[in-house]
T-cell receptor, first 117, second 113 residues
């Protein structure tokens, strides 16, 4: 079965330090991977996606993610964290659209990022 | 351009009552989705639609029904609410299939007592 895991419930970072939010996946075939962010009492917002091509994907608000096929990972990174980056981050993988699947997204459980001044 | 809007924002129901959640998008997107978000469980897909007049079941469809009579609207119905349906419900839309980014509404917080 296709799945995505976010091994950390919470990540704490000091403002100005680099941040990493981890995501690993299990999917047959080539993965389509996404990161979304949810600020308090808001809906999710798209950050970035990997479909094919360069393993380093750049997204909104200075975030980037590195696709690593050998480690089946898609970690979210930012060189210098801001207090305003504090939010809930979701990794998602597209369930491949064959074998009865409709190609919908499978979301991880989310990682709460807390950036302290 | 309002994006994706949801009505209502909050609702409290008693067990057995019914209600309809309305989602509207003004981006002319083909695909629309209903998710529920529960603590520690991420988002789970309830139902989705790949175009006007079509609907399909997602991961957790039991106890819910949907309709997409107009391209811009996607309705989620609870015929007989149960406490297990207490959750935050999000509607989303995408231009085409799930390789495209999804745009989410602000959510509806539903409590069933």
């Amino acid at each position: 079965a296709q799945s995505v895991a976010q091994p950390e419930d919470q990540v704490n970072v000091a403002e100005g330090n680099p941040l990493t939010v981890k995501c690993t996946y299990s999917v047959s075939g080539n993965p389509y991977l996404f990161w979304y962010v949810q600020y308090p009492n808001r809906g999710l917002q798209f950050l970035l996606k990997y479909i094919t091509g360069d393993n380093l994907v750049k997204g909104s608000y200075g975030f980037e993610a590195e696709f690593n096929k050998s480690q089946t990972s898609f970690h979210l990174k930012k060189p210098s964290a801001l207090v305003s980056d504090s939010a809930l981050y979701f990794c998602a993988v597209r369930d491949p659209p064959y074998g009865g699947s409709q190609g919908n997204l499978i979301f991880g459980k989310g990682t709460k990022l807390s950036v302290k001044p | 351009n309002a994006g994706v809007t949801q009505t209502p924002k909050f609702r409290v129901l008693k067990t057995g009552q019914s209600m309809t959640l309305l989602c509207a998008q003004d981006m002319n997107h083909e695909y629309m989705y209903w998710y529920r978000q529960d603590p520690g469980m991420g988002l789970r897909l309830i139902h989705y639609s790949v175009g006007e007049g079509t609907t399909a079941k997602g991961e957790v469809p039991d106890g819910y029904n949907v309709s997409r009579l107009k391209k811009q609207n996607f309705l989620l119905g609870l015929e007989s609410a149960a406490p297990s349906q207490t959750s935050v419900y999000f509607c989303a839309s995408s231009y085409r299939d799930t390789t495209y980014e999804q745009y989410f509404g602000p959510g509806t917080r539903l409590t069933v007592t």
